[in-house]
């Protein structure tokens, strides 16, 4: 006959110890390192990118600040300084300065007005927008402006704005360069 306890709770099996039990576990931690790996590799490309875009700002700055440079020296060594007293001085340079009045009017890189009568603000208003040979990128005739200011207040003040739009980004960029001429 056969006697069945009732009081006996009926064991649980035994786990296996060793590696059966961890099966998997390896195949889980490289999966989770290569991930984490991906990710470190992919910001140091987020990275660098950022940080060629930058440079190329910067670059683009730079030729923006050496053009609006060279048009306040030729301004600055152009005009006339002919008279025999201060007043008959002063008629001359603000005389001389109007030649470089360039498109006067507007704002937000979209100058309009009178382009400048001179020759050299002309070339070099040419030469701004020829990208291929050192100009700046996205550049147009009316991206850049010459303001002359020869009221007492203004004491023949020039402000000249060079805009350009960098080839990855459509947002126009603008350097203000601000010189008197006496």
């Known amino acids: 006959m056969l006697k069945l306890r009732s009081n006996r709770i009926p064991m649980r099996p035994r786990m296996r110890r060793g590696p059966l039990r ?10 989770v390192a290569i991930l984490l790996f991906m990710l470190g590799i992919v910001g140091m490309v987020g990275l660098s990118a950022q940080a060629v875009a930058t440079q190329s700002d910067a670059e683009y700055r730079t030729l923006a600040a050496q053009w609006a ?3 306040g ?3 600055w060594i152009s005009v006339s300084r002919a008279g025999v007293d201060s007043a008959a001085r002063a008629t001359s340079v603000q005389t ?3 030649t470089f009045q360039h498109q006067a009017t507007g704002d937000d890189c979209n100058f309009s007005g ?7 603000v002309t070339s070099w208003a040419a030469a701004v927008q020829d990208a291929a040979h050192g100009g700046l990128p996205g ?3 009316f991206m850049q402006q010459i303001r002359v200011d020869t009221t007492a207040d203004g004491h023949n003040k020039l402000t000249i ?3 350009w739009k960098v080839p990855s980004n459509p947002v126009k960029r603008r350097h203000v360069f ?3 001429i006496n």
Do not use: N, P
């Open 161 to 163: 704005t060079v805009c």
């Open 139 to 141: 550049s147009d005739s």
């Open 178 to 180: 601000a010189t008197l």
């Open 22 to 31: 961890q099966r998997g576990m390896f195949l889980i931690e490289a999966v």
């Open 96 to 98: 001389a300065l109007a």
């Open 114 to 120: 009178g382009a400048a009568t001179s020759a050299v």
């Open 73 to 75: 020296q030729e301004a």
């Open 69 to 71: 440079s060279q048009i």
